[in-house]
């Protein structure tokens, strides 16, 4: 199993993606991502909203996500968030453990 996190950050003057910026100029996302339990930490922008940005945040269970709850960084990330005044959205999806199925594999070309 792993858990995904869609955070979707919003802000104006392109604040949201000056926030994405600086998580990795500051290698503040590098370390997130050597956390135990990461698999994926990534930022992508929406094609229709230049004011939002979405980060995919994966990580192995819940455990793996309530140690990085529990870290310091969490502040870090927090004051960044403050210091660019965000608004946030999340959605929370746990992967399925059966996989893609048949009838959806015949839609994705590898």
């Given at each position: 199993m792993s858990i995904m996190v869609n955070l979707y950050y919003t802000g104006t003057g392109g604040?949201?993606?000056?926030?994405?910026r600086e998580m990795?100029?500051?290698g503040t996302a590098d370390r997130v991502r050597a956390e135990?339990?990461?698999q994926r930490y990534a930022?992508?922008?929406?094609?229709?909203?230049p004011e939002t940005v979405l980060l995919m945040d994966v990580w192995t269970d819940q455990a793996a996500l309530d140690r990085h709850h529990a870290s310091p960084m969490m502040e870090?990330?927090?004051k960044l968030?403050?210091?660019?005044?965000l608004r946030m959205r999340a959605e929370r999806y746990v992967t399925d453990r059966e996989g893609i199925p048949a009838s959806d594999?015949?839609?994705i070309k590898e």
């Amino acid at each position: 199993m792993s858990i995904m996190v869609n955070l979707y950050y919003t802000g104006t003057g392109g604040a949201a993606r000056a926030f994405a910026r600086e998580m990795e100029e500051s290698g503040t996302a590098d370390r997130v991502r050597a956390e135990a339990g990461n698999q994926r930490y990534a930022y992508f922008f929406p094609a229709d909203d230049p004011e939002t940005v979405l980060l995919m945040d994966v990580w192995t269970d819940q455990a793996a996500l309530d140690r990085h709850h529990a870290s310091p960084m969490m502040e870090t990330i927090a004051k960044l968030r403050e210091k660019y005044g965000l608004r946030m959205r999340a959605e929370r999806y746990v992967t399925d453990r059966e996989g893609i199925p048949a009838s959806d594999r015949a839609f994705i070309k590898e």
